[in-house]
T-cell receptor
Framework: AQTVTQSQPEMSVQEAETVTLSCTYD???????LFWYKQPPSRQMILVIR??????QNATENRFSVNFQKAAKSFSLKISDSQLGDAAMYFC???????????FGTGTSLTVIP | DSGVTQTPKHLITATGQRVTLRCSPR?????VYWYQQSLDQGLQFLIQ???????AKGNILERFSAQQFPDLHSELNLSSLELGDSALYFC?????????????FGPGTRLTVT
């Protein structure tokens, strides 16, 4: 069964600094997708970034980038130049390439300190 | 705004009652997914519909049921409600049934069972 583990329930970062959120997953599949979703206090789930497993290049979206280590089954999110608006719960998610079900981690609550 | 709408935003009801949550997917999306997020938990996949047909089932209780109508909106029915059913219920939509990337989430319905 696919599982997604986020071992950091809470993280904090100074404004303008960089923070890395960890995620590991377990799968026997070779074709899959990984995602980071942000859930601010409004509770809306917002897609931050996605990574296709077949791509070796790490995905980047503005200040957000990932470190995808396929062999280690690790998928961490780096937030650069942290802003107050980045404060939220961050969820890592996995989906099999031919599948339709997302598997979510339990989330990391990020606090940004002014 | 993801384009996915959910009604109502909040729902308060008593144990033993039955409620219906409604979701309208993004224009053009054929798949609808339902998730449950209990307090301080990740999202648990409940069920997926594609173009009116059930396509995948997750951890959905027998007291819960869903359907997708010809106009593609979906309803999640929760019956014989228990205190533990209090949660945030998300609907998400995507274009296809498989091989698509992200799911777009609605704002959620917060259900409180007293």
């Amino acid at each position: 069964a696919q599982t997604v583990t986020q071992s950091q329930p809470e993280m904090s970062v100074q404004e303008a600094e960089t923070v890395t959120l960890s995620c590991t997953y377990d799968t026997s599949e070779s074709d899959y997708y990984l995602f980071w979703y942000k859930q601010p206090p409004s509770r809306q789930m917002i897609l931050v970034i996605r990574q296709e497993a077949y791509k070796q290049q790490n995905a980047t979206e503005n200040r957000f980038s990932v470190n995808f280590q396929k062999a280690a089954k690790s998928f961490s999110l780096k937030i650069s130049d942290s802003q107050l608006g980045d404060a939220a719960m961050y969820f890592c998610a996995y989906r099999k390439g031919t599948g339709n079900q997302f598997y979510f981690g339990t989330g990391t609550s990020l606090t940004v300190i002014p | 705004d993801s384009g996915v709408t959910q009604t109502p935003k909040h729902l308060i009801t008593a144990t033993g009652q039955r409620v219906t949550l409604r979701c309208s997917p993004r224009s053009g999306d054929l798949s609808v997914y339902w998730y449950q997020q209990s307090l301080d938990q990740g999202l648990q996949f409940l069920i997926q519909y594609y173009n009116g047909e059930e396509r995948a089932k997750g951890n959905i209780l027998e007291r819960f049921s869903a359907q997708q109508f010809p106009d593609l909106h979906s309803e999640l029915n929760l019956s014989s409600l228990e205190l533990g059913d209090s949660a945030l219920y998300f609907c998400a939509s995507s274009v296809g049934v498989q091989g698509t990337y992200e799911q777009y989430f609605g704002p959620g319905t917060r259900l409180t069972v007293t």
